[in-house]
């Protein structure tokens, strides 16, 4: 199974902050890179697919990059409801592995 | 409107048994793979098994494989996952999702709490 690691774990951050979140894969998935946001009680919401295509409705702010083992989510200007936790997914090989989340909290 | 809607979450002793369903409406449901994902209370989340449009193709995490099967009815625009065999571990909110092609998974059910305990 191809294993998902994200970091930091956890990160906190300020409104108006630049952040970035890494996850390496334990093979190359090419670009089968998808980012999710969830916030407490709710389904997570796809934010990029394909590691750098914005899903519709997500904000310009939020971006994705990298392929092979490593990828970035960045998110260009902290905004109050960013503060979240974000997972990073595989979809080139079953299991679709998660990556373990990074819990972004308010400094 | 896309909608994915659980449902069959319950307490189950462990060994035993439960079937969750998916109703889903808003898209060409037999066009589309679906998956189901859990998440354990305070974890994070872990994919179960995704079966393909034409619910030719199933596939399995390795935790669940031999214990939990993934249909699809078409016809009645409904996701299924069979439990059997339930552990303690098992013990997770359950979600399922509309996949986009490989390319992740666009829409969520809310989400179906299914407990194992005895």
């Known amino acids: 199974d191809i294993q998902m690691t994200q970091s930091p774990s956890s990160l906190s951050a300020s409104v108006g902050d630049r952040v970035t979140i890494t996850c390496r894969a334990s093979q190359s998935i090419s670009k089968f890179l998808n980012w999710y946001q969830q916030k407490p009680g709710k389904a997570p919401k796809l934010l990029i697919y394909a590691a750098s295509s914005l899903q519709s409705g997500v904000p310009s702010r939020f971006s994705g990059s990298g392929s092979a083992t490593d990828f970035t989510l960045t998110i260009s200007s902290l905004q109050p409801e960013d503060f979240a936790t974000y997972y990073c997914q595989q979809s080139s090989d079953t299991p679709y592995t998660f990556g373990q989340g990074t819990k972004l909290e308010i400094k | 409107e896309v909608q994915l809607l659980e449902s069959g979450g319950g307490l189950v002793q462990p060994g035993g048994s439960l079937r969750l369903s998916c109703a889903a409406s808003g898209f060409t449901f037999n066009i589309y793979a679906v998956t189901w994902v859990r998440q354990a209370q305070g974890k994070g989340l872990e994919w179960v098994s995704a079966?393909?449009?034409?619910?030719?193709?199933?596939y399995y995490a390795d935790s669940v494989k031999g214990r939990f099967t993934i249909s699809r009815d078409n016809a009645r625009n409904t996701l299924y996952l069979q439990m059997n065999s339930v552990r303690v571990d098992d013990t997770a909110v359950y979600y399922c999702a509309k996949a986009r092609h490989q390319s992740g998974y666009d829409y969520w059910g809310q989400g179906t709490l299914v407990t194992v305990s005895s």
């Open positions: 079966i393909s449009a034409s619910g030719g193709s199933a």
